[in-house]
């Protein structure tokens, strides 16, 4: 006789143990199978953020940032160090050792909601079925009253620049460099392309990055990109806009590299190329031709604002559908859907997420970008406020960047908040919250914040909206 649970949820990612969570936390009994295997042959739950995405990069970012500070910056504060040493293995030993605390952490919290934790491939069958093949090789057929698909997304790969999981490697390859290449090329400056590029540039690497299109950070606000591509280059990141990589070679030592720029063909020599061009929806082998789910043409599973698939009963959540790949997005979008399955009112708010880039100075944003609230016809006002002028950044030795505000003319209301600068990431909360609450500019400029604090500069920046800034001049 097959088991059955009222829940079975495929990926233990940020989308799929939390949508697991949720469902147990509804009394529902839950399995969730999860088929992550480490490079040391460890299974392990958490899918790419734990495993080999937000978790392990952020760690290197944080050492490689506190390393350079503490060769560059430490003399301006007082403290002398003498020679500062790179000790990469104990960098990539905390880096590792943090990703085995927090996957193990989600294997106890499966545990603790008494959710079976399954290792091994899912499958979804017709009929609401789940086929589940053990790492040991066996197969069950598992009864689901309803399934959450949350397969995630892998990396993008490109015939003239084939990972070869040596020389041309995708980010998790960059994440477990055990030198520091003396050269490093990276192929696009989107997320990965700068975070990752910064951490080894900061650790002595020469980086190139190739990005194909002509505007740098074309998603985000032009105002915070133009901040960001200045600090970048001041850093030694040299990056090479309209690149067009034509062609990758791995020699015996290096990998020779050649693109098209508007100047003709060029080319560079590098000991190691990452390849950060996107990640495509990861669905190889999860669906049986009869499932009765449907891709569309980039291959990510169509669901509707909801999260539902065509077949009733069966969701999918995260990077495996539309929306941008984020954890957050995915872990609130498997809260949702397990309220739905619990019969409550649950929705996800998809014009309120986030997105950090966790580069020195960070860049975050939340909402519309200037330019797209003008394409939108609605009259606006922007306010701005630097971290030149902000006595706890300067105190930080952290004063580049701003924050920007962009509110309707109208109404007052909070379209959109970008900014660059010292602990972006965590300021873009305040903003997160109050588009949330649908604030107006006024909100903010009534609320106050501590001194002296970084958020001061997005109280100054809401006031600045208003031209009513009081440590820095207004617009004439
Ligand atoms: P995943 O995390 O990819 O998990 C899916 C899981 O499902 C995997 O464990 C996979 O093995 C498993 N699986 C798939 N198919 C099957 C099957 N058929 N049977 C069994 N198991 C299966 N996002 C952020 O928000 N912030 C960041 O700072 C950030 N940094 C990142 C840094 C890097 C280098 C990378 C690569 C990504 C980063 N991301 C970041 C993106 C983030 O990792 C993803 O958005 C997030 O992991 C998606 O969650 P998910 O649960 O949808 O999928
Ligand atoms: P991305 O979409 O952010 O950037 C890819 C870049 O590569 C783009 O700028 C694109 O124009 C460029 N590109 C594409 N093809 C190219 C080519 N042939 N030659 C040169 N450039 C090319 O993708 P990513 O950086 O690989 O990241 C993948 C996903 O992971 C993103 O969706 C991101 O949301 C997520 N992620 C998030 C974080 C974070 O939240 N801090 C960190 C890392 C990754």
């Known amino acids: 006789m097959s088991r059955g ?6 990926g233990a990612g940020p989308a799929g143990y939390v949508a697991a969570i949720r469902a147990a936390q509804h009394g529902k009994s839950v399995a969730c199978i999860d088929e992550w295997k480490n490079k040391d042959g460890n299974n392990a ?13 952020k760690a290197l970012l944080e050492s490689s940032e506190l390393f350079h500070r503490a060769r560059h910056e430490f003399k301006k504060h007082g403290i002398k160090t003498g020679d500062v040493e790179l000790d990469l293995v104990a960098m990539q030993k905390r ?14 919290l499966l545990k603790a909601n008494k959710i079976e934790g399954l290792v091994g491939h899912g499958k979804l069958l017709a009929g609401k079925q789940v086929e589940f093949t053990s790492v040991a090789g066996t197969v069950e057929v598992i009864d689901a009253g309803n399934v959450i698909l949350a397969s995630g997304s892998a990396p993008i790969e490109i015939g003239i ?58 998603m985000a606000d032009r105002d915070v990109a133009k901040v960001a591509a200045k600090e970048f280059k001041q850093q030694g990141l040299d990056i090479k806009l309209g690149a067009k990589v034509s062609s990758a070679k791995a020699g015996k030592n290096s990998v020779a590299v050649s693109y098209d720029d508007k100047d003709g063909v ?4 590098v000991d190691k190329l990452v390849v950060a061009v ?28 909801e999260c ?68 939108s016809d609605r009259a606006y006002k922007t306010g701005s406020f630097p971290f030149a002028a902000s006595g706890r950044a300067k105190a930080m030795e952290q004063t580049s960047g701003m924050v920007k505000i962009i509110s309707s003319q109208d109404d007052d209301e909070i379209l959109g908040v970008h900014i660059v600068g010292p602990m972006a990431g965590e300021l873009i909360a305040e903003a997160v919250l109050a588009m949330e609450f649908s604030a107006s500019t006024e909100d903010i400029q009534r609320t106050i914040h501590a001194h002296p604090s970084l958020a001061e500069a997005m109280h100054e920046a809401s006031l600045a909206v208003d031209n009513k800034a009081l440590n820095f001049p207004n617009k004439p």
Request: net charge negative.
């Open 5 to 10: 649970f009222d829940v079975v949820v495929i």
């Open 45 to 57: 739950f958490g899918g790419t953020c734990l495993n080999a995405g937000c978790i392990p990069s």
């Open 95 to 108: 880096r590792a050792s943090i990703v085995r605390q927090l996957t193990g952490g989600i294997a106890g």
């Open 161 to 218: 620049a084939a990972f070869d999981d040596d020389k041309i490697v995708d980010s998790w390859g960059a994440l477990e460099f055990d030198a520091v290449p003396k050269r490093l090329g990276v192929v696009g400056a989107g997320v990965i392309g700068l975070e990752l590029g910064s951490v080894w540039s900061r650790l002595g690497a020469e980086v190139t990055v190739l990005e194909a299109m002509d505007d740098f950070l074309f």
């Open 266 to 269: 060029q080319s560079i020599e």
């Open 278 to 305: 996107g990640r495509r929806p990861h669905t190889d082998n999860l669906l049986a031709d009869d499932a009765g789910i449907q891709l569309d043409d980039r291959g990510f599973i169509i669901v509707d604002d």
């Open 308 to 375: 539902r698939t065509r077949v009733k009963g069966v969701y999918a959540v995260g990077d495996c559908v539309r929306g941008p790949m984020l954890a957050h997005k995915g872990s609130e979008e498997g809260v949702m859907v397990a309220d739905l399955i619990a019969g409550e009112i649950a929705e996800v708010n998809y014009d309120v997420i986030p997105s950090v880039i966790y580069t020195a100075p960070e860049i975050a944003w939340v909402g519309k970008t200037e330019a797209e609230v003008k394409e």
